[in-house]
């Protein structure tokens, strides 16, 4: 079992940038895959960015490619979402999750097996 929480979130205006954080409690995320996703009012939940935690590898949505990067801290536990020049677009709820199996990088919700409680990021024109 793994629970997740995410923080970093807030009210900032376009062009400007936000760090979201996913720190992980009952174990370490040692083979696991890790992923952000978002949900906006009225929208299905989509993928934002994915990492495997021991192959390093990673994989964003055609969207934030270039403005958001995803990164690990082993020795914290915790996986961050570095976004820069958000848009009023960005604006949504951002949940973390955690599969625990890295055989790909894993991109579909319905994959991942643990889910953090979201946090809302909103971007002001």
């Known amino acids: 079992q793994v629970r997740l929480v995410e923080s970093g979130g807030g009210l900032v205006q376009a062009g400007g940038s936000l760090r979201l954080s996913c720190a992980a409690s009952?174990?370490?995320?040692?083979?696991?895959?890790v992923g952000w996703f978002r949900q906006a009012p009225g929208k299905e939940r989509e993928f934002v960015a994915a990492?495997?935690?021991?192959?390093?590898?990673?994989d964003y949505a055609d969207s934030v490619k270039g403005r958001f990067t995803i990164s690990g801290d082993n020795a914290k536990n915790t996986v961050y979402l570095y976004m820069n020049s958000l848009k009023p677009e960005d604006t949504a709820v951002y949940y973390c999750?955690?599969?625990?199996?890295?055989?790909?990088?894993?991109?579909?919700?319905?994959?991942?097996?643990?889910w953090g409680q979201g946090t809302q990021v909103t971007v002001s024109s």
């Open positions: 009952g174990r370490t995320f040692s083979g696991y895959t």
């Open positions: 990492i495997s935690w021991s192959g390093g590898s990673t």
């Open positions: 999750a955690a599969a625990p199996r890295q055989y790909r990088l894993y991109t579909r919700s319905r994959e991942f097996d643990y």
